[in-house]
C-alpha cells in the first residue's frame, strides 16, 4: 500500500489566530493521494512528508506541531487531505491541539510544561511505562518551633531586663520545607516496602528531581496509586509527597539542657570547696533558692543568667531512617 509518488503537496490556505494572552496558533493543509481505499487513517498520516507531532512551525519557531488530522475525500477515498495544527501552549486541551483531553487526570496531567523534544521523544517510544517522572514544588509547614531569641538583637527573651529570667511562654513559628510531588508510571501497585517508607528520613544519599538529598534531608510523607488504561496499557499512577530540606539537622530534636542535678566543685567535711574534679548533685542542695529544672552550661554547670556562660544544647533523632531509591 505505497503512497502514490509525486502526489503529496501542501495547499493553499493557511490559517492562523492570535488571542489576548498572546498565544498563537496556525493550520496548515497538505494533499496526498494513495493506491488503495483501504489504506488506514494511522498510514496517511505518517507520509514522511508530513509534519511530526512537536515539529516546529516552518515561519514561528516558537510554535509546535499539536495534532495531525488526515481526512479522507468523500468522492475520491484514494485522496485525503490532512490538517496540521501548530501551537504555542502545548498543554492546552490535554496538549493536543484541540483534541479533547481523556478527562483522568492522572493521564492528562503527565509530561505537562515539559519542552518538545522530550514529549516528541516520550510519544516515539509509544509506552507510558517509558515516560520521564514528573515534578512538581511546593512549601508547607511541617512543625511549629518555639522561639526564645530575639530576630533581630539575638538575645534570650527573658521577663525582665534585670532579672533576667526565663519567659513564662515563649511564641512560636512554623518551621518551612520544600514539599515535592513526584508522578510516575509502574506496572504495579506499591506494596508494603513503601508503607513502610512513610514518615520516615532517607538514610542513603539520593536524587529526587532536580534535587540531590543529602542523608536525613527528605523525608516520605505518603505514596498512593490509582490504576488507568492508555495506549493499550493498564499501569498504575503513583504519586510520591516528599518533604525536604537543605539543613541534615533539621528533623532533630533539639533542646536547651536543663535539669535538677548539675555539677559542682566538690566541698569537704565542713562545707568548704576544695580542688579536685566536678561533682554531680541536686542543684537545691547547693543553692536552696533555685528549685526546679535550671539551665545548664557546656560543662554541666547551672547556668548563671548575670555571669558568662553559654546554655548547652542537645540534638536527638527522633525520625526512623529508611532507604530511598537512589533515583526517584
Known amino acids: ?27 496548515k493543509t497538505f494533499l496526498l493521494m494513495v ?18 507531532l512537536f515539529d516546529v512551525h516552518p515561519a514561528d519557531n516558537k510554535a509546535f506541531c499539536t495534532s495531525i ?12 487531505r490532512v490538517t496540521c495544527t501548530f501551537a504555542y501552549s502545548l498543554d492546552a486541551a490535554g496538549g493536543s491541539g484541540g483534541i479533547p483531553a481523556t478527562g483522568v487526570p492522572a493521564i492528562d496531567s503527565q509530561m505537562q510544561g515539559k519542552p518538545p523534544a522530550d514529549r516528541a521523544a516520550a510519544a516515539a517510544l509509544n509506552d507510558p511505562l517509558k515516560r520521564p517522572n ?34 513564662a511562654r515563649f511564641p512560636e513559628v512554623d518551621d518551612y520545607c520544600l514539599s515535592i510531588r513526584v508522578g510516575r508510571n509502574m506496572p504495579g501497585a506499591p506494596n508494603l516496602e513503601w508503607l513502610s517508607l512513610n514518615g520516615k528520613l532517607n538514610d542513603n544519599r539520593c536524587t529526587i528531581g532536580t534535587h540531590i538529598c543529602e542523608i536525613g534531608t527528605a523525608r516520605m510523607m505518603s505514596t498512593a496509586a ?46 568548704a570547696v576544695v580542688a579536685g574534679p566536678l561533682v554531680r548533685e541536686l542543684i537545691v542542695n547547693r543553692e536552696p533558692s533555685l528549685a526546679g529544672d535550671q539551665l545548664l552550661t557546656t560543662d554541666g554547670k547551672v547556668f548563671a543568667k548575670n555571669q558568662a556562660g553559654t546554655i548547652n544544647t542537645v540534638e536527638y533523632n527522633y525520625i526512623d531512617f529508611g532507604t530511598f531509591p537512589l533515583n526517584l
Do not use: C
Request: aromatic share 12%; hydrophobic share 30%.
Open 35 to 52: 493506491d488503495s481505499p483501504t489504506d488506514s487513517v494511522w498510514y496517511v498520516g505518517s507520509h514522511p512528508q508530513l509534519p511530526k
Open 134 to 167: 514528573d515534578y512538581s514544588y511546593g512549601t508547607q509547614p511541617w512543625h511549629k518551633r518555639a522561639v526564645m531569641h530575639d530576630s533581630k538583637t539575638k538575645n534570650r527573651m527573658v521577663n525582665h531586663p534585670i532579672l533576667k529570667d526565663d519567659l
Open 69 to 80: 488530522s488526515p481526512a479522507q475525500d468523500s468522492s475520491n477515498p484514494l485522496i485525503w
Open 226 to 271: 490509582e490504576l488507568v488504561y492508555e495506549e493499550g496499557v493498564s499501569y498504575w499512577r503513583w504519586t510520591h509527597e516528599i518533604l525536604m530540606t537543605d539543613d541534615p539537622k533539621a528533623w532533630m530534636f533539639t533542646a536547651d539542657s536543663q535539669g535538677r542535678n548539675a555539677m559542682f566543685s566538690p566541698l569537704d567535711k565542713n562545707g
Open 1 to 27: 500500500m505505497p503512497y502514490v509518488t509525486n502526489s503529496f503537496r501542501e495547499l493553499t490556505g493557511e490559517s492562523g489566530q492570535v488571542s489576548g494572552s498572546f498565544q498563537r496558533s496556525y493550520t
